[in-house]
Nanobody
């Protein structure tokens, strides 16, 4: 069973920053892509935020590029999401996921709450 555990969420004022962390229970070299998604209040679906491949290629949602930065630390089996200039619309539960090709499975963490006050 592959586990992902998010941390680093909290309450921040508009314009502030947070760094989210997602620790993975297996080697990151077995995971093709790690990603961050979010689900805001009243949203039916999770929204793509950013992803990073095993080779370090990154991809961002248009509204987050320039404010958010995703990175990975293979030694710590962790994927990070640095979020700057946070706005109230960024309030959401943030989830990380990982695609493991050898199991042909996509695994999700349970999420961490980010609340941005105006």
């Amino acid at each position: 069973q592959v586990q992902l555990v998010e941390s680093g969420g909290g309450l921040v004022q508009a314009g502030g920053s947070l760094r989210l962390s997602c620790e993975v229970s297996i080697s990151l070299f077995t995971i093709a892509t790690l990603g961050w998604y979010r689900q805001g209040p009243g949203m039916e679906r999770r929204e793509f935020v950013a992803s990073i491949t095993k080779d370090g290629l990154t991809n961002y949602a248009d509204s987050m590029e320039g404010r958010f930065s995703i990175s990975r630390d293979s030694a710590k089996r962790t994927v990070l999401l640095e979020m700057n200039n946070l706005q109230p619309d960024d309030t959401a539960v943030y989830y990380c996921n990982g695609h493991v090709p050898v199991f042909n499975m996509l695994y999700w963490g349970s999420g961490t709450q980010v609340t941005v006050s105006s």
